[in-house]
């Protein structure tokens, strides 16, 4: 999914009146609209993994730097392909050398993965989670905050920090050639109140059914917050294990009816 905008006179910010098409042969190109020569072209959002929208991006980028814009950013919340960051074929680096072919001046991501596909990006800034889960999660009461396995620990702690709750560490195993997931386990858990799961990605969902099942709790006492909601297969499951489930709309996934997810919009927690 890709979004353009552009400011006018009076200071605001619009979409960039454009109009994105595709050639006979089926090259990408776009038509500057009517309202378009009143408007600088000033960021490009772009949502998922989809390389044609990549492309549709690099194509604005070019339009609008020959317009005159001294600035052109690129919102990447979900940096496709972090996940890939080893093995071969080695995707981060891949995606990283197409997001940096597009020639944006700035390109802004929020909660990657790891730190491997950021170091691989030009003119990169990283926004944290911690803080938008902080003011997205206000006045729910929790008690703690539970890091899923050994990858999400500082994230969660990040998090803890921001709220001012203690951190819970849970473990799994997995075999990589397989992808399955087997020896969930987790730290004592107080005996009341409510804890949030917090991790950057939700695909399946089965490491958090995994730890759900490991804690022995419910949905009257967990809820889950991942910073990019790809929510796919069985993931409509998660709903028999979390009472809350909150994440962003970094990824087109996040829209999934089984899940009902409640949204944190990215366009507000960039402008913080």
């Known amino acids: 999914m890709i979004k ?87 995707g981060a680096l891949v995606y990283a050398n197409l997001i940096n072919a597009m020639g944006a001046d700035e390109v802004i991501c929020f909660d990657p993965h790891s730190p491997v596909m950021p170091a691989l990006i030009n003119n990169l800034k990283i926004v944290s989670s911690a803080a938008a889960i902080a003011a997205h999660t206000a006045g729910r009461g929790y008690v703690g905050i539970i890091a899923p396995d050994a990858g999400a620990v500082q994230r969660a702690t990040d998090a803890a920090r921001a709220m001012e709750l203690p951190v819970i560490r849970a473990s799994k195993v997995r075999d990589f050639a397989t992808g399955k997931l087997t020896g969930f386990a987790c730290e004592d858990l107080p005996n009341e109140g409510r804890l949030l799961v917090v991790d950057d990605i939700c695909d399946g969902g089965g490491t958090f059914r995994g730890l759900a099942a490991a804690t022995g709790l419910g949905p009257e006492r967990l809820d889950l917050w991942v910073s990019h909601g790809i929510f796919s297969k069985a993931a409509g499951e998660l709903r028999n294990h979390y009472g809350a489930i909150l994440t962003t709309d970094s990824h087109p996934g996040h829209t999934n009816p089984e899940v009902n997810a409640d949204i944190a919009p990215i366009s507000s927690i960039f402008a913080n």
């Open 4 to 90: 353009v905008y552009a400011k006018v006179s009076a200071g605001f910010s619009v979409y960039s009146d454009v109009e994105f098409f595709s050639f006979p042969g089926g090259e990408h190109h776009l038509k500057p609209g009517p309202a378009a020569g009143e408007q600088m072209p000033t960021h490009v959002v772009v949502s998922g993994s989809d390389v044609n929208d990549y492309l549709k991006a690099a194509l604005w980028i070019d339009y609008a730097k020959r317009q005159g814009a001294e600035h052109v950013a690129a919102h990447i919340p979900y940096l496709p392909a972090a996940r890939a960051d080893r093995g071969e074929p080695f």
